[in-house]
């Protein structure tokens, strides 16, 4: 009887070992599945921040180049400072972006005719990154108020780039309005992406 009693019980605690064994094992599918859901996610956000960050240096060479435009591209400067990547963020913020603004400012003083027109907006930017706070650097850059500020920027440089054009059509049809178009498209990709993120 004493051994019949042991034996039930042996069976029973083996039986909820294995179910203990089984629901780990579902709890860490689960797990990695949704490690690997927001991984994704997160790779999608970096992806369209450099998307985004690159295509307002292309519009920031248009419009230094050939674009022209009465538009307030300067705009473009603290667009390309919420959404540059962390990486280039942090390089261009450290010692090397502090060397960069130096000689920038150094030009700019004691070689004002040497300094070239092109070179006012990136000068701009590296200053920004270099001198603003922490709180813009850090909680805003990569909080909701950038991601506002983002969108904001990216509709009213539409709005603007429609209205020079003469329209939404010819802003989209004509051959040299369509590359501009379509740089400042892109400009949206990283804001609603991580809006639609913030809020899901």
């Given at each position: 009887?004493?051994?019949?009693?042991?034996?039930?019980?042996?069976?029973?605690?083996?039986?909820?070992?294995?179910?203990?064994?089984?629901?780990?094992?579902?709890?860490a599918k689960?797990?990695?599945?949704?490690?690997?859901?927001?991984?994704?996610?997160?790779?999608?956000?970096?992806?369209?921040?450099?998307?985004?960050?690159?295509?307002?240096?292309?519009?920031?060479?248009?419009?230094?180049?050939?674009?022209?435009?009465?538009?307030?591209?300067?705009?473009?400067?603290?667009?390309?400072?919420?959404?540059?990547?962390?990486?280039?963020?942090?390089?261009?913020?450290?010692?090397?972006?502090?060397?960069?603004?130096?000689?920038?400012?150094?030009?700019?003083?004691?070689f004002p005719?040497?300094?070239?027109?092109?070179?006012?907006?990136?000068?701009?930017?590296?200053?920004?990154?270099?001198?603003?706070?922490?709180?813009?650097?850090?909680?805003?850059?990569?909080?909701?108020?950038?991601?506002?500020?983002?969108?904001?920027?990216?509709?009213?440089?539409?709005?603007?780039?429609?209205?020079?054009?003469?329209?939404?059509?010819?802003?989209?049809?004509?051959?040299?309005?369509?590359?501009?178009?379509?740089?400042?498209?892109?400009?949206?990709?990283?804001?609603?992406?991580?809006?639609?993120?913030?809020?899901?």
């Open positions: 009887m004493g051994k019949m009693a042991y034996l039930a019980m042996k069976t029973d605690s083996e039986n909820l070992i294995a179910s203990d064994f089984k629901e780990i094992g579902i709890a689960k797990l990695a599945n949704d490690a690997i859901k927001l991984g994704g996610l997160g790779f999608g956000t970096t992806f369209l921040k450099w998307v985004a960050a690159f295509a307002a240096i292309y519009l920031l060479i248009l419009d230094r180049t050939n674009w022209k435009t009465n538009m307030l591209t300067s705009l473009l400067v603290p667009y390309i400072f919420f959404t540059l990547p962390s990486i280039l963020f942090n390089v261009l913020r450290g010692e090397v972006g502090k060397w960069i603004a130096f000689i920038a400012v150094v030009l700019r003083l004691f005719r040497h300094f070239p027109d092109w070179l006012e907006m990136p000068g701009s930017l590296i200053l920004l990154l270099v001198v603003a706070p922490s709180l813009f650097a850090h909680t805003f850059r990569d909080g909701l108020v950038g991601i506002i500020i983002c969108l904001f920027i990216g509709c009213y440089l539409l709005q603007e780039h429609i209205r020079a054009s003469g329209g939404f059509r010819n802003a989209f049809t004509k051959s040299h309005g369509i590359s501009n178009t379509i740089g400042i498209v892109l400009l949206f990709v990283y804001p609603v992406w991580a809006l639609v993120l913030h809020f899901l």
